[in-house]
Nanobody, 123 residues
Framework: VQLQASGGGLVQAGGSLRLSCAAS????????MGWFRRAPGKEREFVAG????????DYVDSVKGRFTISRGNAKNTVFLQMNSLKPEDTAEYYCAAKRPIAGDGWMDNYEYWGQGTLVTVSS
């Protein structure tokens, strides 16, 4: 089971990046997928999540209106479109997956994690 994140890079403030996460080794079509980030010297932070169907999403307040999470047609791929990037968005970004559990929060109990992809936003 593997989650492979890609798409990070260096961008100027106000620019855009699109992160991708490809899942392999099993079918993640019925899993909740999420993006997290860890900035230097800070705790890991939930960024965005999407339901198995793609119909429901959630975002941390600091990225609402700027970031969009989506799933690919095969459901084993998840994207994070990041627009209007700010220097405070600089972080290592991780994708994660979990089975949906009634009452479970968006940021809790992820079972599978990918390696990070670094996003650096210059001012």
């Amino acid at each position: 089971v593997q989650l492979q994140a890609s798409g990070g890079g260096l961008v100027q403030a106000g620019g855009s990046l699109r992160l991708s996460c490809a899942a392999s080794g099993r079918t993640f079509g019925n899993y909740v997928m999420g993006w997290f980030r860890r900035a230097p010297g800070k705790e890991r932070e939930f960024v965005a999540g999407i339901s198995w169907s793609g119909d429901t999403t959630d975002y941390v307040d600091s990225v609402k209106g700027r970031f969009t999470i989506s799933r690919g047609n095969a459901k084993n791929t998840v994207f994070l479109q990041m627009n209007s990037l700010k220097p405070e968005d600089t972080a290592e970004y991780y994708c994660a997956a979990k089975r949906p559990i009634a009452g479970d929060g968006w940021m809790d109990n992820y079972e599978y994690w990918g390696q990070g992809t670094l996003v650096t936003v210059s001012s």
